[in-house]
C-alpha cells in the first residue's frame, strides 16, 4: 500500500504490483532508519523512475499522491455515502419544511407563499393548544415514570443473583414488539366490557372506568401502556451499572454507608452521564407519540388523547394541509432543540464524568 | 450494636447479617417475579385470546385456559386475509433495509473511526445530531421529496435511504471499530492490500457481532414501522405487516372478532420473538456497546 501509486481503494481488480526487484527493500518502513512513511513513498517512486524509464505513458498518470491524502480521499469515499444520504434526506428534507412552512401548499398545484401565516393559524388553533397539552402532559408523566422505573428495575437485577438473565429477557421482551401489535393487544385488554383488566376488576367486585372511552382515563390508559416497553433502557442500564468499580461500594460499606447512600452518592453520580442521555432520548421519543393514539383512541374521546404528532399527521394527510404541517413540525423542532439545550446546559449541575475529572 | 457485644457474642452479628441478605433476595426475587407476571400476562392474554372460539373471547368470568384450544383460528384468519403476503412484503422490505445499512453504515464507520481526513469529526458530530433529530420533522418534507419522484405506493422510500447510512448504526459500528486493535489493519496494508480490501477482509469479519447487532436492531425497528409504510403504501397488496394489522382492527372492529385479531397479532410478533431469542445475548451486548461513552 505505500508504494503502489493510486491504490488508494486497494480494489481486487486492479492491476497486479509491478516487478518486486524494486519494491522489497521499500515496502518495509521497519527496515528504514528514517520510518517515515512519506519518504518511503518518495524514495519508492524514485526507484520506480530508476527502473522503468521508457515506461509505457500510463505510468505518468499514476496517482502519486501524499499517503496523507490518499487516505483523506479513501476516508471521504468510504463516507460519502453517508454524507449524502446526510444532504438528501436530512438536511434538504429539514431546509425544504422551513420554505414549506411559510407557503400554502396541497400536494397538488404549486405552493403559495403565504408569509406567517401558517404559524398565525396554529397559535389561535384551539385544537393546536389541545395537540401541545396533551403531548406536554405524556412528556411530563412519562420521561420520570421511564427513568425511575427502568433505573429501578435495573437495580433490581443487578444483584449477582441466579436467574437475572430469565428476567432481564421477561422485561425485555415487550420493548421489541411492534406499536401496531401491542396497540391492539392494549385495544382488547383495555376493553370496557370483555376486557382482562375490567373483567378482572369485576371479579373482585369493582366496576373499572371505560379506560379508552373516558376522556378522564384516555390519556392515562395511553400512560399506562407505555410503561410495558420500560425494559428498553435496561440494557443500557446493566451495562452502566456493571462499570461501576466495586472499590466505591466496598469504601461506603466501610464508612458505614446504607443501601440509600450508596444509590445517592456512588450509583446516581456514576450513572449520571447515561441519565443525561435516556433523558434527552426520552424527552424526544416522548414528543414522537403517534401509533398508540392513532390505533387506541384515535385522539379521542373529545381530542383528550389528540397527540402533537396526530394532529400533524391529520392535517397533512388528512387535509392535506402541508404547509401548516410543516410550521408544526418546525415549531416542535424548536421546542426539542431548546429542551434539549436547557438539558445540556443543566450538565455541568449534575452530570460525571469521570475520565474528564481524571484528566483535570 | 456496640462492639462489646459483638465480642461477647460472636455469632450474632453473623446470623443478622445472613438473614438480613436473605431477607433481601427473597423480597427481590418477589418484586421481581411479581413484575414478570404484570409483563407476561399481557402477551399469555394475547395468545390465548386467538387460541379462544368467538363466544370463549367474551364470556364472564373470563376464560382462563381455552379447552380444547382453537388452532383452527390461524388456517381462518389466513384463508380470510392474505397475511402470508403482507409477512412477505415485511420480509422483503426488512432484508433490503438490513442489506443497505450494514453496507453503508459499516463503510461511514470504518471511515470515521480508522481513516484521517481534515473535518472529519465535525462531520461524524454533525451526522451524529441527526439523531436528536425529531423523525416528525422530516415527515412532510420527505413525503413531497418522493412524492415528486413518483415514489408514493413503491417501496423506494422505505428502502433507499438506508442505502445512504444510518446515523444510529454508524455511531454503534464505530464504537466497535475503535475498540479493535490496529496490528491487524497494519499487517494487510504492509502487505499491499488497499483500503478496502483491508475493510472488506479483515475488518468486517472481526466486527461481526457488530454487524450482528445493528442487523437485529434495524430489523426490529424496519419489521415495526408503522408511520412510514402508512403514509406511502396505499395498495393493499403492498402493505407491510405493521399497516395490516392496523387494517384488519379497522375492518373488524364493526363485528368484535377478538380471538382472530390476537391470532394476526401473534402472528406479527413471532419473527420479533424469535429474532430476540436467537440473538439475545448479541443484541444485548451490542445495546451496551451503544450505551454512552463520552
Redesign the interface.
Known sequence: ??A?GG??????H?PP?PPAAGRQGC???VATPSGRLLELEEASVQLDRALKPAGPRANAHRFRLSL?RR??I??????A??????L???L???L??AA?SLTD?H?AGWPRYVGLANYATLFGDDLWWQAVRVTGIYALCVVPLWLINSLA?AL??N?N?RGMNV????????A??????VS??????LSY??G?IN??L??VGVQGPNWVGDKRWALFSIILMSQ?SV?WYL??W???LQNIPTELYEAASIDGGGWWARIRYITLPMLS??I??NL?MNI?WA??L??EV??VTGGGPQFSTLS??LY??NN??GYSK?GV??A???L??LA?LLL?IAVFRSSPAWVY?E?ERRRA | MSTPTRATLPRQPFWSRRMRRTLLKVLTYLALVTGSLLFLFPLYWQVSTSLKTAQDTVRFPPVWFPVPLQWGNYPELLHRFPFALYMRNSVFISALVILGTLLSSSLAAYGFARLRMPGRDIIFMVLLSTLMLPGAVLLIPQFVMFQSLHWVNTYNPLIVPAFFGNPFSIFLMRQFFMGVPHDLEDAARIDGAGYLRTYGQIVLPLARPALLAVAIYTFLSTWNDFLGPLIYLSDEQKYTVAVALRYLQGSVRTRPENHLLMAAATLSIIPCVLVFFFAQRQFIQGTVISGVKG
Open positions: 500500500m505505500i503502489y491504490r488508494w481503494g486497494g480494489l481486487p486492479l504490483p515496502a518495509w518502513p496523507q487516505e483523506a479513501a476516508c471521504a469515499l468510504f463516507i455515502p453517508a454524507v449524502l444520504g446526510f438528501v434526506f436530512s434538504f428534507p429539514l425544504t419544511s414549506l401548499y400536494l428495575l433490581l437485577m444483584q443473583l428476567f432481564r429477557t421477561i422485561y425485555y421482551l415487550p421489541m414488539l411492534s406499536g401496531v401489535a391492539m393487544l392494549w385495544i382488547w385488554l366490557r370483555y382482562l373483567t378482572s369485576r371479579l410495558w425494559g440494557p443500557t446493566l451495562g452502566a452521564a447515561v443525561f442521555y434527552i424526544i414528543t414522537q403517534f401509533t392513532f390505533m402533537y404528532m400533524l399527521y397533512a394527510f402541508m404541517a410543516s408544526m413540525s418546525w416542535l423542532f426539542v434539549t464524568y475520565a
